[in-house]
């Protein structure tokens, strides 16, 4: 197998892999703006490239690749900034849907002027638009990932920064794609970008979380449903000491000292910080998280739940509504509430209303307030 077959055998695989990995996550978060990264993915799967086509014994017609060619690149660039603008804002805005229009509306008339072949069959004015379009798309999606969807450190980091690799390398494309002795340099680093951002893609989204220990599937003495209270000590008055449970999942801003010493050793704590991230105790296990890294925390919460993890405890709410606003941050209690309360499990929120303003509180009030 020559370098070539390697290349485009390498390109197959890791956009099916990416494709695979983002839509699996769309499926399992039902998130709109997963929807259209996975569609992006998609086409980005089946791209019309030479490069793949041809060892694969695959030819068009020189007119119609000179057209077909850009077609991908410009619905790949809208998705791709579509979907990241969902991962940021959670929802796409009135002038975000006019950028995407105008967007669109310029990619037809470069279609046209390629067709009508207005740039005389140079390659580099060509594909200019389309590739700068896909390339800015490939860099602003990675930095999305990593302002607010992925962790900086650990495997997990590759996607982005493949993602962000590429899209600096595909700067260059409509330059280079004509310098014979970088080809092949080119395609291979490529390659090797789009399979870092496989491998970190897949380590995302597959990452698992050890089930709580033998009881954890048991509800406990807490009944399910959603739960407000202004301070922990009445919480304890309540349902007592929570802390023993082995099922309990807390995202937290305590202390660590006291967080070790209070809670059950199968206890799983996010605890919600910019000064760390990733593992730092084991039993029980917490795992350090950015604030702004809501699409992670949402993630890991999903996946213990799937667990067995049933009793969630958050006292982090003003942190997190200082961090993300409150209508982002209420997005996400309200998502990990319908989360919970599908698996029969308890939502117990603390927060001081003082914090709030009148509105603010009764939105809180109206959703997690004790049946």
Same mark, same amino acid.
């Given at each position: 197998m020559n370098l070539g077959t390697?290349?485009?055998? $390498?390109?197959?695989?890791?956009?099916?892999?990416? /494709?695979? &990995?983002?839509?699996?996550k769309a499926y399992k978060t039902r998130d709109k703006g997963g929807v259209l990264l996975s569609t992006a993915f998609f086409i980005n799967a089946l791209d019309v490239?030479?490069?793949?086509?041809?060892?694969?014994?695959?030819?068009? &017609? +020189?007119?119609? #690749?000179?057209?077909?060619?850009?077609?991908p690149n410009f619905f790949i660039a809208a998705l791709l900034i579509w979907g990241?603008?969902?991962l940021k804002y959670t929802t796409s805005k009135l002038k975000h849907v006019v950028y995407i229009s105008?967007?669109?509306?310029?990619s037809y008339v470069w279609l046209f002027l390629v067709a009508a072949n207005l740039f005389h069959d140079d390659f580099a004015v060509e594909s200019s638009f389309p590739i700068f379009s896909y390339s800015f798309a490939l860099v602003y999606f990675g930095w999305i990932l990593m302002e607010?969807?992925?962790?900086?450190?650990?495997?997990? %980091?590759?996607?982005?920064?493949?993602?962000?690799?590429?899209?600096?390398?595909?700067?260059? #494309? +409509?330059? $280079?794609?004509?310098?014979?002795?970088?080809? +092949?340099?080119? /395609?291979s680093l490529g390659a090797l970008f789009r399979l870092i951002a496989a491998v970190g893609a897949l380590k995302f989204v597959f990452i698992l979380i050890s089930p709580a220990g033998p009881n954890a599937?048991? +509800? @406990? *003495?807490?009944?399910?449903?959603?739960?407000? #209270?202004? %301070?922990? @000590?009445?919480?304890?008055?309540? /349902?007592g000491n929570i802390e023993e449970l082995p099922n309990l999942l807390a995202i937290t801003r305590g202390d660590l000292g006291d967080i070790r010493n209070r809670l059950n050793p199968n206890?799983?704590?996010?605890?919600?910080?910019?000064?760390?991230? @990733?593992?730092?105790?084991?039993? *029980?296990?917490?795992?350090?998280?950015s604030p702004t890294k809501i699409g992670i925390l949402t993630d890991l919460i999903t996946k213990a739940v799937e667990s067995g993890y049933r009793v969630l405890y958050i006292d982090a709410v003003e942190y997190l509504i200082i961090e993300n606003g409150f209508e982002r941050t209420m997005k996400f209690l309200l998502n990990v509430k319908d989360r919970v309360l599908v698996a029969n499990g308890t939502v117990i929120l603390?927060?001081? *209303?003082?914090?709030l303003d009148p509105a603010q509180r009764k939105i809180l009030e109206r959703e997690f307030r004790g049946e």
């Open positions: 390697v290349v485009s055998v $390498t390109n197959f695989l890791s956009r099916w892999a990416l /494709f695979i &990995a983002v839509a699996y490239e030479s490069y793949i086509f041809t060892p694969l014994g695959i030819n068009m &017609a +020189p007119a119609a #690749y000179r057209v077909a060619s850009q077609i990241a603008l969902h105008v967007f669109l509306a310029a607010g969807e992925i962790s900086t450190s650990g495997v997990d %980091s590759l996607f982005p920064w493949g993602l962000i690799l590429l899209g600096l390398l595909n700067f260059t #494309y +409509p330059v $280079t794609r004509n310098v014979d002795w970088f080809v +092949p340099i080119g /395609f599937m048991l +509800p @406990g *003495p807490i009944p399910p449903g959603t739960f407000l #209270y202004p %301070s922990r @000590g009445a919480v304890v008055k309540e /349902f206890a799983l704590v996010f605890w919600i910080t910019r000064v760390a991230e @990733g593992e730092i105790h084991d039993s *029980p296990r917490i795992y350090a998280i603390v927060t001081d *209303p003082s914090t």
